[in-house]
């Protein structure tokens, strides 16, 4: 079968596709087969050897989540499962840009028919991440929340669910074009912070009593603001740092409003939860999605034998949805 691996760090450049045997399922374990895989940014920073887990070489292979067709079922799977060759799945897992991976039966979420094999790729990380971390700022109706690089795919997802929520959502942006689209998923206010000084907007929207919690990707000094724009005992989660620059600390207002923050990573997040938590979780995904509750954009799709362009293609500014490796 193929797969896309990379034997150094670095950029779209180090990877190529290769041939290996296809994989049997183990007891427990279920082979599928990948139809659609997507450009995740933990993708990007796993290939440039930067992310909290490390590429094994020689030929680390690549890509987090994705969703396809059940085609062997391994021994000792229970009824319970209601797993059936041919079903459609999503499923996270390392090397999901490929033709074939062996994955635990457990792990899996059927896709809902109304979704595609292209949308229901991105089942799991946005959807399991925007969830999770709604969850854990356990936000109130009419409460703020701030969101840097409000345009990304999963802070589109997280501007839906904190609209149904009754939260209300303050973006940022970087260019003109993105303010009305975001406003028109639910955003109440979104900030060009090349326009505009993000601090004296927030302040202005919560009548200076600053946000109850922020979603924080970016660092530099739009992480500096954010900071800044921090309520009395609210929560920042920090998962992203896209400017490459950290951010820093207003002694001032941490001092006299007491926030906390923290970093968000949903490989640690999957490994320190409950089963209860996790499983609350999921529910809610697939309900989520089987209602249609948040729209899943894809952009551009490309063939497995173009997953460098691929990778080149999601890195570039303005881009309104997805790239999806299209694998089989």
């Known amino acids: 079968m193929k797969q896309i691996v990379f034997n150094t760090p670095g950029s779209a450049e180090v990877l190529s596709i290769i041939d290996v045997p296809i ?39 690549v890509g987090f989540e994705g969703a396809g067709e059940i085609d062997v079922i391994g ?51 946005n959807p399991f991440t925007a969830v999770a971390m709604l969850d854990e700022v356990n936000l ?36 003109a074009e993105q303010v009305q689209p975001l406003i028109d998923l639910g955003a109440e206010a979104v900030v060009n912070t090349k326009e505009n000084l993000l601090t004296d907007r927030v302040k202005s929207l919560t009548e200076g009593k600053g946000v109850q919690a922020c979603f924080e990707s970016v660092g530099g000094d739009i992480g500096t603001q954010a900071i800044a724009s921090l309520g009395k005992d609210a929560t920042m989660l920090i998962y992203g740092l896209m400017s490459g620059e950290e951010a820093k600390i207003s002694y001032g207002p941490t001092i006299f409003r007491t926030p906390t923050i923290k970093g968000f990573w949903l490989s640690r997040w999957m490994e320190e939860s409950s089963v209860v938590d996790k499983a609350k979780v999921a ?46």
Do not use: H
Not at 27 to 37: C, D, H
Not at 147 to 168: D, E, P
Not at 284 to 294: A, E
């Open 75 to 125: 021994t000792c799977i229970g009824p319970d499962l209601k797993i059936a060759q041919g079903q459609r799945v999503a499923f996270a897992t390392l090397g999901t840009w490929s033709e074939y991976v062996v994955v635990p039966a457990t792990s899996l979420l059927p896709i809902p028919d109304n979704l595609s094999f292209e949308e229901g790729a991105q089942f799991f990380v």
């Open 23 to 61: 994989p049997e399922p183990k007891v427990g374990e279920v082979r599928v087969k990948v139809k659609a895989a997507p450009v995740n940014p933990s993708d990007v920073v796993f290939i440039q050897g930067v992310y909290g887990i490390p590429p094994q070489f020689p030929d680390s292979p």
């Open 283 to 328: 529910k809610q995904v697939y309900t989520i999605m089987q209602q249609g509750d948040v729209t899943l954009d894809v952009e551009k799709i490309f063939p497995l034998a173009q997953a460098a362009e691929a990778v080149t293609y999601s890195t570039q500014s303005g881009r309104r949805g997805k790239v999806v490796i299209q694998c089989g």
């Open 140 to 175: 109130q109706k009419g409460d703020w929340l701030l969101l840097t690089a409000a345009f990304s795919s999963l802070n589109k997802m997280v501007i839906q669910l904190a609209k149904k929520a009754g939260i209300r959502v303050i973006g940022t942006v970087r260019r």
